[in-house]
């Protein structure tokens, strides 16, 4: 991984060098044992370019090897791994490279103004919307539908914030109170600005490997468990925003690989994403980490806290490490490898943990994106 | 895991011009329900679906919001590749021979006559440091590249010309190409330079269209239930992607797509094993580095005098873009590829008509993203 | 072979952030481009006629005959069923506030001090639960409430050019039907 900033210094190609060449260096490899690479990158507006995946091929390792582009908007990051993971599982390939990159600062004066083109051109984009519209819509049915309270969601944000005080990479680690939270300006009822995640500049990236290399390569592998993706309708005011079946779905899809049946037990540790403060508890309801409506009494109840029952977001999330949108969501999956390995240092959670779950979302409200990881080798 | 892949449904949309008729939702839907129908598939039987796409070119970001819904995807896994239809293709070999899912569907398209300025898009693609401040047409870059790969290997600027006379006078016989054309060589080089070496005409006009192909496990593209064309090799590759640091010459990423395919297939000699190719050529002189890198001759400028003599038409003994190539359907942004894979499928099932070849068991596709791109890959089919 | 252990996570990682001041102090050189990007969108056959019915002031969907669903924005297919949906509707331009937010910043991030109140409506005559994204006005923002009853408020005739800003914003109709909780 990259530092998050705000404004790097860093091209694009450099970030994504930066993060591959970390992720090689940890694993002790040199390129010339990576059989392809993947890059996941969400939308191009940002960095500044069209064909940014061709403009960047060289920067994630891709040169004069089987490389592509993937993406489904913010759900790219984590969805970016379970494209690794079945290029690897075809057979085709022994190892790969995956590296996330977004440069958001390229985009001047503001890079919250391009998110106007992720709308509709017909019905949408006439009425001029901000991103936050669609956050606030889909926070304030959440919130009417299972009475929760703006107190409730605000924990999230002094939650991830703190976590992230122990994160070297992280862009806006803080001590906060809910207090400090509700008092911050109002961008768009019922978003405050500390229930926003920033823009950010980064990158982060993983190496894959088959099986038996993987074990010749480390005596501590982690290993893949579980996949899922899911896309939902376009039609996005024609749903029900209250909750995510578009999670539940890509979880579910994860979860039966990965043999887990009861994912409140069997899960140690989640990453869900957290763009903004509601999205982690909406989240967290999609992995079914929590029953619908309850995810606030839980963390409410210090269930997700680092040394929590269910330990939820240790990295301090896209709220306090940042948010360079795919990097982000690869990040997630990083933070689970250091976790489930006993390497996270400050960030360590307690009790050995065995199986985490990253997840990422994206679109208009619409793309669910999961990764399980665990100790011990999956049997497909 | 399914260890052998095979395509069961193509739908192709006839590449045109323009298609005001249509959004680009409607298009993608007729061509799914042609693909479906072709299959004999319900929608609801599919697995997984990957579109092929670049913002920049649908003018709307994050285009996959924009995907689902008309493909009959919704709830369904789904992603979007920045890349050609071709690297659709080995997206979807990889998913369905890593056993996690048995069916699935690839689509392209596009909407290029709703592009007002691609050249201003073009150059958008290129390094914001060292290149885009020279503000310099985009399309310089074939027109250097085609001056190396002349000077290099001996092809002359007349056999580029006979490369565009006779995939737009293949064309004539295919109802789905845009741009068919009786041309002569010479009437190609009374054509105006663009950048020279390269004309006018020896590039490949853009049109609209779409295509969705379905892909299956053994288990389900057995021949009582549709009409299997097996995959027998994919491969994709970059070379360098900057400007200053490329080979000019040869067609890298294509040499080490193909060693991949033809290590996947089994295919010692391409000229012997494999019947048809479909090649990418959106500048004409492409044709002939994509086919020399693909080490269907020893000698690169084999790869002129072939189709001087005719050897690469359709009355040749390789026949090369019986299609009508991009130069004679139009070039269709991240489809082009499909298109060619579509004829392939059609010339391996015996259902090209007036186009049908008498000799058609392994048929190559081939594509390149474009300049200033040097992504490409290589598909091989066989029945 | 040796059994290598990967490294642990790294204390110190690399990227260089830039603030204000070094961007000032002009050590930093940064190139500049306005891409250039202009589309004209073929809409088609069902956002076509959407479109051309807000000119004439009315709205429309399309229904499937299979699911019995009636769908704004209409579609020319039914993304349940997939199937061709079937027939054209004409709905009301009225509705229920299905969700909304008071936002005070624009879509290019410049603070507002009177929010716009964007909002998801349900169309009345379209099946349950079918919304369009839209603004409300003429209503104090902290009187908007989910369950709000509303009306268009189109442009003069002469004003409408084919677009959904045709419908200028949304109001409230009958105070008396508002229910649960305030915005603020």
Redesign the interface.
């Given at each position: 991984?990259?530092?998050?900033?705000?404004?790097?210094?860093?091209?694009p190609k450099e970030?994504a060098w930066?993060a591959a060449k970390?992720a090689l260096?940890?694993?002790?490899m040199k390129l010339d044992q990576i059989d392809g690479a993947v890059l996941g990158s969400?939308?191009?507006?940002f960095d500044?370019?069209?064909?940014?995946?061709?403009?960047?091929?060289?920067g994630c390792g891709?040169?004069?090897?089987?490389?592509?582009?993937?993406?489904?908007?913010g759900g790219t990051g984590v969805?970016a791994v379970a494209?690794g993971?079945?290029?690897v599982?075809?057979?085709?390939f022994d190892t790969a490279l995956v590296v996330c990159e977004e440069k958001m600062s390229t985009c001047?004066?503001?890079p919250?103004?391009?998110?106007?083109?992720?709308f509709?051109?017909?019905?949408?984009q006439?009425?001029?919307?901000?991103l936050?519209?669609i956050f606030?819509?889909?926070q304030?049915?959440y919130m009417?539908t299972h009475h929760i309270t703006l107190e409730e969601i605000a924990r999230v944000s002094v939650k991830n914030k703190r976590n992230a005080l122990g994160h070297?990479?992280a862009q806006l680690g803080a001590e906060i109170t809910v207090k400090d939270v509700l008092a911050s300006?109002?961008?768009?009822?019922?978003?405050h600005r500390l229930m926003v995640s920033p823009t950010s500049?980064?990158a982060a990236a993983v190496v894959l490997a088959a099986g038996d290399v993987a074990r010749?390569?480390?005596?501590?592998p982690v290993w893949i468990q579980g996949?899922?993706?899911?896309?939902?309708?376009?039609?996005w005011?024609?749903?029900?925003?209250y909750y995510p079946?578009?999670v539940e779905?890509?979880a579910w899809?994860a979860y039966r690989?990965a043999g887990v049946k009861e994912p409140r037990r069997e899960i140690n540790i989640a990453e869900p994403y957290d763009p903004f403060a509601y999205k982690e508890l909406h989240h967290l309801e999609g992995l079914q980490l929590a029953p619908k409506g309850q995810a606030p009494k839980l963390l409410a109840d210090g269930v997700f806290d680092r040394d929590g029952d269910l330990p939820v977001t240790p990295s301090g999330g896209l709220l306090g490490v940042g948010n360079p949108i795919a990097a982000a969501g690869t990040m997630k999956i990083c933070e689970l490898f250091?976790q489930l390995?006993g390497?996270?240092?400050r960030r360590q959670v307690p009790g050995k943990p065995e199986r985490g779950v990253a997840q990422a979302w994206?679109?208009?409200m619409?793309?669910g994106t999961v990764v399980v990881v665990g100790t011990s080798e999956p049997k497909? | 895991m399914n260890e052998r892949v095979a395509i069961i449904g193509v739908g192709v949309m006839a590449a045109r011009p323009s298609s005001e008729h249509l959004s680009f939702k409607e298009m993608m839907f007729e061509a799914a329900q042609k693909a479906y129908a072709d299959a004999g598939i319900d929608a609801h039987e599919v697995e997984s679906f990957v579109t092929c796409a670049e913002d920049l070119t649908e003018g709307i970001s994050i285009f996959d919001e924009y995907t689902p819904d008309q493909l009959g995807a919704v709830q369904k896994p789904m992603h979007t590749l920045t890349q050609d239809g071709l690297y659709g293709i080995a997206d979807a070999v990889m998913q369905l021979r890593s056993g996690l899912v048995g069916l699935v569907v690839v689509e392209a398209h596009s909407k290029h006559s709703n592009l007002e300025n691609p050249n201003s898009i073009l150059n958008y693609a290129l390094d914001p440091v060292y290149n885009r401040p020279l503000d310099f047409n985009p399309h310089v870059i074939a027109g250097l590249e085609m001056n190396g790969f002349l000077h290099a290997t001996g092809i002359t600027q007349a056999q580029c010309a006979q490369v565009v006379a006779k995939n737009r006078t293949h064309a004539l016989k295919n109802i789905a190409a845009a741009y068919p054309m009786n041309l002569r060589a010479e009437d190609v080089q009374s054509s105006p330079y663009l950048c020279y070496p390269l004309r006018d005409a020896e590039m490949a006009k853009s049109a609209d269209g779409c295509v969705v192909v379905v892909l299956a496990g053994a288990s389900r593209a057995q021949p009582s239930k549709s009409r299997p064309v097996w995959i027998r090799g994919v491969g994709f590759t970059n070379d360098s992607p900057t400007l200053e640091s490329r080979d000019w010459i040869d067609a890298q990423y294509i040499r080490a797509a193909a060693a991949m395919a033809y290590g996947q297939a089994g295919i010692k000699d391409p000229v012997a094993e494999i019947d048809l190719f479909e090649v990418d050529d959106a500048y004409a002189y492409k044709e002939l580095q994509h086919l020399v890198a693909l080490g269907i001759y020893p000698q690169a400028v084999a790869a002129g005098r072939a189709v001087e003599n005719g050897e690469s038409g359709a009355a040749g003994k390789m026949p090369v873009n019986v299609s009508g190539g991009s130069l004679g359907i139009g070039h269709t942004l991240e489809a082009s590829g499909l298109y060619r894979l579509a004829e392939i499928v059609c010339q391996l099932r015996g259902e090209a008509g007036p186009r049908q070849l008498p000799r058609a068991k392994v048929g190559l596709a081939q594509s390149w993203r474009g300049v200033p791109t040097t992504s490409g890959a290589v598909v091989i089919l066989g029945r | 072979m040796t059994h290598r252990t990967i490294k642990p996570a790294p204390n110190i990682v690399q990227g260089t952030p830039l603030d204000a001041k070094a961007l000032k102090r002009g050590k930093i050189f940064l190139n500049s481009y306005a891409p250039a990007l202009r589309y004209t969108w073929d809409t088609g056959e069902a956002m076509g006629r959407y479109l051309a019915e807000l000119k004439n002031g009315r709205l429309i969907a399309r229904s499937c005959r299979k699911c019995e669903r009636v769908m704004i924005p209409p579609r020319m297919f039914c993304e349940r069923c997939f199937r061709p949906t079937d027939d054209w509707v004409y709905v009301k331009a009225t509705g229920t506030v299905n969700t909304f937010s008071l936002c005070y910043v624009s879509w290019d991030v410049r603070r507002l001090k009177q929010p716009e109140i964007p909002a998801v409506i349900e169309i009345d005559g379209a099946s349950p639960g079918m919304g369009i994204l839209h603004l409300v006005r003429k209503v104090a923002p902290k009187d908007v409430r989910i369950g709000m009853r509303v009306a268009a408020v189109w442009k003069p005739p002469a004003q409408r050019t084919g677009s959904i800003t045709d419908i200028a914003y949304w109001m409230p109709i009958n105070r008396r039907s508002q229910r649960t909780v305030s915005a603020k």
């Open positions: 991984m990259t530092k998050f900033m705000r404004r790097a210094l860093e091209t970030l930066l970390a260096d940890s694993a002790e969400a939308p191009d507006a500044g370019m069209h064909m940014k995946g061709e403009y960047l091929a060289d891709g040169w004069r090897k089987p490389y592509l582009r993937c993406y489904v908007g969805y494209q993971w079945f290029q599982a075809s057979g085709l001047q004066p503001h919250q103004a391009a998110f106007i083109s992720i509709d051109p017909f019905t949408e006439p009425l001029k919307p901000n936050l519209w606030a819509l889909e304030n049915r009417q070297p990479s300006e109002v961008m768009a009822w019922p978003v500049d980064g010749r390569l480390t005596s501590k996949v899922g993706w899911c896309l939902d309708t376009a039609y005011t024609n749903r029900d925003l079946e578009y779905k890509a899809m690989m250091w390995r390497e996270a240092g994206g679109d208009l619409q793309v497909h | - | -």
